[in-house]
């Protein structure tokens, strides 16, 4: 019972490890493929959001979408609204014709599309985490909403809005937070880019592939490693801690056993060996056991909410946490396997 309780201590910092690790690429990659599904090869934001990917105000003028679309290469060019409606999520306003011959088109699974100025698409990702069907009113950034279809997930935003209502919303004037631009060819996208950026210097003009490095370094910025190393050390000193009072009780229950073992002719090495396996043991058993946790609050996330948070199972983390308990296991055995090697076999052979 003592091995299986310090299992399951040592699998909890395990877990917390795997689990913060698959949120952060998890969600990296969902941002990315929504980029990557709009269609777009080219993102142009306002001066005021130029280099960064925060959200920022309506500044870009409807007039932009025609000069874009005389651009050499250009052949869509389609504006955005953002408005926040739940951390981390943002509802888009789109011109729905525009954004599908841009994305390809939208896979309803329920519903169609825009009937009304309050109408609103979402997916299926979505639709699962506020348990929402078409039909039913659903309450975005304190407003009501009509949900006119649920559409298959992946293209730019898990809700979709009527671009002119948003911008109604936050007193854009008919402005756009981001316009998106399509071309005859992703190879023509470079090209575009310093073109563009030589006519419109203020603006930030940058690649599809450009943004979703964006997103990546975004998270990275918000100190996501810092706090999985916190976690890693937090890790460390549970598991130090749990293995280290996990073998002095054991070297405590087994005096006469290790008595026995050196007057038998078990040498200090022998029995200090004994211990620190038996540690190791304890840390490969925690490892594999916040494994399969990990695969627990998976499904847990993915059941409560798939659409807030994504989380990915990542092999390549399976090692480094390995790595991390056994550490913290040896380091913990030490002090109990040198107790246990420096007993006296007379005095623990008498020892009741």
């Known amino acids: 019972m003592r091995s299986l309780l310090s299992i399951l ?3 909890v910092p395990a877990t917390l490890i795997l689990c913060l690790v698959g949120l952060s690429n998890g969600m990296i990659a969902d941002s990315q493929q ?3 599904g709009s269609g777009a090869d080219i993102m142009v934001r306002g001066s005021n959001a130029k280099a960064m990917l925060t959200q920022s105000s309506a500044t870009l003028n409807p007039e932009y979408i025609t000069y874009f679309e005389k651009q050499p290469h250009v052949v869509l060019a389609m504006g955005l609204v ?3 409606i739940e951390l981390p999520l943002f509802m888009n306003g789109v011109e729905l014709d525009r954004f599908t011959k841009m994305s390809g088109g939208l896979k309803y699974l329920e519903g169609g599309p825009f009937q009304g100025t309050n109408d609103v698409i979402i997916d299926r990702y979505y639709a699962e985490q506020r348990k929402k069907k078409v039909g039913d009113t659903i309450e975005l950034a304190g407003l009501p909403w009509h949900i006119c279809g649920i559409v298959e997930g992946g293209k730019l935003a898990h809700v979709l809005a009527p671009v002119k209502t948003l911008q109604d919303l936050e007193a854009a004037n008919g402005k ?4 998106l631009i399509k071309l005859d060819d992703p190879a023509n996208t470079q090209a575009v880019i310093d073109d563009l950026k030589k006519k419109l210097p203020d603006f ?3 690649s599809m592939e450009e943004v979703t490095s964006q997103i990546q370094a975004s998270v990275n910025k918000q100190g996501l490693s810092a706090f999985i190393g916190v976690i890693i050390g937090i ?3 549970i598991g130090f801690a749990v293995v280290c009072l996990s073998m002095y009780m054991s070297v405590l229950q087994r005096t006469r056993e290790i ?3 050196k007057s038998l002719g078990g040498s200090k090495g022998f029995i200090l060996g004994t211990i620190l396996t038996e540690a190791l043991m304890l840390g490969v058993g925690g490892t594999m056991l916040g494994i399969a946790m990990s695969f627990g609050a998976r499904q847990i996330i993915q059941a409560v909410q798939p659409a807030s948070f994504q989380m990915e199972i990542v092999y390549g983390w399976w090692p480094r946490v390995l790595g991390i308990t056994l550490i913290a296991a040896a380091l913990g055995s030490l002090y109990p396997g040198l107790t246990a090697a420096s007993h006296d076999p007379i005095e623990a052979l008498a020892y009741e």
């Open 9 to 11: 201590l040592i699998a």
């Open 82 to 84: 953002s408005k926040g």
């Open 34 to 36: 929504r980029a990557r």
């Open 204 to 206: 930030g003009i940058l």
């Open 176 to 179: 756009f937070n981001q316009i």
């Open 259 to 261: 008595g026995i073992l």
């Open 235 to 237: 890790g460390v000193v």
